[in-house]
């Protein structure tokens, strides 16, 4: 059986893009980016703002996915240690409405949302906490 050239030009070919999505994919899993255009965050979480609430950080989750426990885990630590921030976590089996609102391709994902509704910063996979508190504006630990 022979091998065209063309045909293994292009698995090559298929071969690099795939890796190199996978690396891009890789590299930005749990980074914060703060290019967000999504606004009304507390609508579509179904809620007001409480009088202290400054930061709304809305995770989007699916019934398997383990890294979204993690995730769970690590908001509702943070919001514990500060009480100006709330985290409420949304099911985008239940709600894919939120999800198709917010573009979000992927669980887990976080959207942080200020006081008035409006995207500060998303992450894509288990959030590294330290960048998190660095680019949330977050009152001090009580």
Do not use: Y
Not at 18 to 47: S, Y
Not at 88 to 109: C, F, N, S, Y
Request: net charge negative.
């Amino acid at each position: 059986m022979e091998i065209s050239l063309v045909g293994a030009a292009v698995l090559v070919g298929v071969l690099v893009v795939a890796t190199a999505v996978g690396l891009v994919l890789q590299r930005r899993n749990g980074r914060v980016r703060t290019v967000g255009t999504a606004a009304h965050g507390w609508d579509l979480a179904w809620i007001s703002p409480e009088p202290d609430d400054r930061v709304l950080l809305l995770q989007l989750s699916s019934p398997i996915c383990t890294p979204c426990a993690r995730t769970r885990d690590q908001l509702e630590a943070l919001a514990a240690e500060h009480p100006d921030l709330r985290h409420v976590e949304i099911d985008v089996a239940d709600r894919p409405d939120v999800a198709k609102a917010l573009q979000v391709l992927r669980t887990p994902t976080t959207v942080a949302f200020d006081r008035a509704g409006t995207e500060l910063l998303r992450v894509g996979g288990v959030p590294r906490r330290a960048d998190l508190v660095a680019a949330l504006p977050l009152e001090e630990s009580c």
